[in-house]
């Protein structure tokens, strides 16, 4: 599987962005799938995961309430739809997947394949 993430931008605080994952391969609808996020000089963070139907999904706390997360398994894309951004949300977005069911986030480690990321930036 191979993913190439888009859609990051700069934005004002309290504006709108919506992220999205093209994947290849004919497996995508079998693979979870995940957002992570890295902040300069910090560790990468998770965001988000929905599950291989778009059944179940996990936020951070972080963004429960303001991000969603959905898929299209037709157009083998995930979406990261994100409202009332702050600063703090400032980062490199990255999408992975992950072989997941639920019910609480999978490690890391777990995620088997990457995006390159793409740069959120909100002003305050």
């Known amino acids: 599987v191979q993913l190439q993430a888009s859609g990051g931008g700069l934005v004002q605080a309290g504006g709108s962005l919506r992220l999205s994952c093209a994947a290849s391969?004919?497996?995508?609808?079998?693979?979870?799938m995940g957002w992570f996020r890295q902040a300069p000089g910090k560790e990468r963070e998770f965001v988000a995961v929905?599950?291989?139907?778009?059944?179940?999904?996990y936020y951070a706390d972080s963004v429960k309430g303001r991000f969603t997360i959905s898929r299209d398994n037709a157009k083998n894309t995930v979406y990261l739809q994100m409202n009332s951004l702050k600063p703090e949300d400032t980062a490199v977005y990255y999408c992975?997947?992950?072989?997941?069911?639920?019910?609480?986030?999978?490690?890391?480690?777990?995620?088997?394949?990457w995006g390159q990321g793409t740069q959120v930036t909100v002003s305050s």
């Open positions: 992975a997947a992950v072989i997941w069911y639920g019910p609480g986030p999978a490690p890391e480690s777990e995620y088997e394949y």
């Open positions: 391969g004919r497996t995508f609808s079998s693979y979870g």
């Open positions: 929905i599950n291989w139907s778009g059944g179940r999904s």
